[in-house]
């Protein structure tokens, strides 16, 4: 009996292990943030028209993608900054029609859009 109580236990630590193994192994998911474009706006060197643009970015990425309808438009170059309190949502912040940065809701940490490429 002691035996199968025995086989019984290092099955389910088995099953345990191996069930919470694809969470530890998980990577963590791109930020997005959607930008919904009335007037021709600029991000980096790239002109949007009026429409809706999802901005991806990777965490500690380098690079954001503009993607429109499914497709990568363009890549632009980003630094991550600091911010001082964690936004409740995610703001697309834009200067003259130009998006300067991205805040993601619940992140300390923000990208700001590079000036040049």
């Not at 345990?16 to 990577?27: E, S």
């Not at 009335?38 to 429409?51: E, K, M, R, W, Y």
């Not at 995610?90 to 923000?110: H, P, R, W």
């Amino acid at each position: 009996m002691r035996s199968k109580t025995k086989q019984l236990l290092a099955t389910f630590a088995l099953f345990t292990f191996v069930a919470a193994a694809p969470v530890w192994g998980r990577p963590h998911p791109a930020h997005t943030a959607t930008a919904y474009v009335t007037t021709t706006t600029t991000i980096g060197t790239t002109q949007l028209q009026p429409g809706e643009y999802e901005l991806r970015v990777e965490n500690d990425a380098t690079q954001l993608q503009v993607v429109k309808e499914g497709k990568v438009i363009a890549t632009v170059p980003v630094q991550w900054v600091q911010l001082t309190n964690k936004p409740a949502e995610t703001t697309v912040l834009m200067d003259s029609n130009k998006i300067t940065e991205v805040d993601f809701g619940g992140n300390i940490q923000a990208v700001q859009i590079s000036s040049s490429q």
